[in-house]
């Protein structure tokens, strides 16, 4: 099978990282940008440090806050037309987890792109390029920082979608600052974390995987099996924070190339009708998804057990590697007290009726076995009970 | 710490990946090239294959053969002056070895930039983009079809330089064809995987490491060492043979940004005193100069040890964590036949009169220690008697 890897946006690594951004808009004559945030990056002091490097540069910013949780349409396009009529805007840099993140991409689509944003939806390419883009996370999650895609969620269609373009959602340069991690709640360390998890083990057992995007989602499946359980008791281990964020980066690099699948498409369902946190509902999936794959693609789930510190006898049948990596999976999430869907506002009935929304996801595709509507019923209540 | 990892060519890769370059060319409007490669190529029937995809597609070609080992600025020009000669030249396509694909780099500086080569030795940089650049490998080993860097022998000063220009010296696409590799004779696939070798285990252990290039140096690492004594052993061996040209770019990544160290700085000396192959002084020196660092940097050099294979007590010291490591080499070098310095006709007292040569070596200030002169003249003593 012929594969490729595409190039992401490079990264600037390390403690510190995020105060050099005032000096490269400087160096790169981008005299006036705009600052994409939420109130709770604000909060916990993140968007001042970002502002007082800018300042020190004597780069001029304006600061979009509006941002919503799994950002709209409409609020990106609030966002472009703020940054439109604030003038001289020369480069975009978010700065927060992926609705912040994603939101700073859309408004970057914008600025080079005519409006509305919905001309770019199901594979309408923005065909000119966006300005300089600089993503700084501040979660250990999505990736986003790293990848070429956008979600929005489409309130016309009621659904999410994503932009995907290398033209104005590749940053320019990512900035991986572990600092801007060190404050992040257990509760959100959890959540984001696992959804970093299930990048690197979906994109490693899909249909669309490469030699590069192994790589890179091994290390991070090594990196977030060791390091999120420390990083969730223990929120300033430097070393854990930091490997945490690099994971959740490599991850990104690994799915913007070879794509999520099942955990993604049971987590997007399960999500829409339990009306909860995006890494929470894939949370819920992925253990599942991972053991349901492992009859066809054995060795693949087998790096992901081993990754995790599993030893596999030789010989060892796929049943085994599945049962046995999706416990492993299980045991992740209760180390990082993943709350399970039992315990939220949702009934069992509820999740399984979520069934038709699996079968026409976008990650669904990119599964190496289909699911019958019996089969996705019986997962889904496998997800709700949290067992394999 | 803060560390940056770059963007590379984007790789196709897979069987039959090279059929493709006609058709590539022809989508991009490049109705004519420059094909770059040396007889050896010829002679294995793979520059055959490569014109066939050219015509197929109706793309017109021009062939330039007069490749010379370590490449001279002298044959790049006349490379370049045939290709402008030609006319019409839209895109330069590198076929072959390192020596192959750095001409062909050399070539494309010179066709965005005025002659002469020279002016782009030592940090002089080519401020034009070349034309678009195709390198495809026929060996696993340099990794020069995803780094920036150009190898040149410069006339003048008798010595070899480099060219790093991410302007003209990295691909559009670098094509990632095991099937060009499959009958490479023994000797050579022994030669240039252990140079391939090095380039991922220097650059996980020397002073500008990061942690984009140490995932991809760790997966090339494994991949070598599991499969480099197949390919040796079976040249058919499809998968062995992918697995090493996929580890050999994925170093290529790595050292791109990570660079050599004194594993290189030794072997480059090595090989001007014995007029040797590169890859084959490279060999001599890489145990004993990843050996001497282990006190360094020891859970670095562990980290290799473990890609090989070992495993180590708890409590480890970084001497026995070298020792191990370099014996792990040192075998790699006997299952692969690599031929010892001592079988050559160079003598230990010329070798150790290299010393000289060390310090001012370019991959010498990327190495974690310093070495005194007494410490030179001992390695290059080991090396000449391949132990540790």
């Known amino acids: 099978m012929i594969s490729s890897f595409s190039v992401f946006a490079p990264p600037l690594m390390g403690y510190g990282a995020s105060d050099i951004i005032g000096e490269k808009c400087r160096d790169l004559g981008l005299t006036k940008v705009i600052l994409v945030h939420d109130l709770g990056v604000e909060k916990a002091g993140l968007s001042q440090r970002i502002e007082k490097s800018l300042k020190n540069a004597g780069v001029e910013y304006v600061s979009f806050k509006e ?3 799994d950002p709209t349409d409409v609020s990106i396009e609030a966002g472009a037309r703020f940054a439109q009529q604030s003038g001289g805007i020369k480069a975009v840099i978010g700065l927060g987890g992926g609705s912040s993140l994603d939101t700073a991409k859309g408004i970057n689509v914008l600025m080079g792109n005519p409006f509305p944003l919905s001309d770019y939806f199901l594979g309408g390419k923005p065909t000119q390029k966006g300005l300089p883009l600089f993503l700084i996370p501040t979660t250990a999650g999505t990736g986003s920082e790293c990848t070429q895609s956008c979600i929005v969620s489409d309130t016309k269609n009621k659904r999410k979608t994503t932009i995907r373009s290398s033209n104005c959602n590749v940053a320019t340069l990512a ?3 572990p600092a801007l991690t060190l404050d992040l709640p257990p509760s ?3 959540i984001t974390g696992i959804d ?4 690197a083990a979906e994109s490693l057992t899909g249909n669309k995987t490469n030699p590069v995007s192994d790589a890179l989602n091994k290390e991070s499946l090594r990196l977030i099996s060791k390091n999120l359980p420390i990083a969730f008791k223990d929120g300033h281990n430097r070393e ?3 490997s945490a964020l690099l994971a959740a980066m490599m991850a990104g690099m690994g799915f913007t190339n070879s794509m999520c699948h099942l955990g993604h498409s049971f987590g997007h369902a399960i999500g829409a009708i339990a009306h909860i946190p995006h890494g929470l ?4 999936s992925i253990a599942q998804a991972i053991c349901f794959v492992a009859d066809a693609t054995p060795e693949r789930v087998k790096a992901i057990g081993e990754c995790m510190g599993l030893t596999f006898p030789s010989g060892v049948s796929a049943e085994e590697i599945g049962r046995r990596t999706g ?3 299980l045991k992740l999430k209760a180390d990082i007290n993943l709350p399970e869907l039992k315990s939220l506002n949702v009934t069992r009935e509820q999740i399984i009726a979520a069934h038709p929304l699996i079968p026409k996801d976008g990650c669904y595709p990119f599964a190496v076995k289909t699911m019958t509507e019996e089969q996705i019923k019986e997962y ?4 709700y009970d949290n067992v394999l």
Chains 1, 2 share one sequence.
């Open 281 to 284: 509902a894939i949370g819920s």
């Open 327 to 329: 416990e492993a999976i």
């Open 196 to 199: 970093a998890f299930a990048h």
């Open 380 to 383: 889904l209540g496998k997800m």
């Open 240 to 242: 854990a924070r930091e």
């Open 67 to 69: 941002i919503e949780p």
């Open 188 to 190: 959100l360390t959890a």
């Open 175 to 177: 900035i991986i600052d």
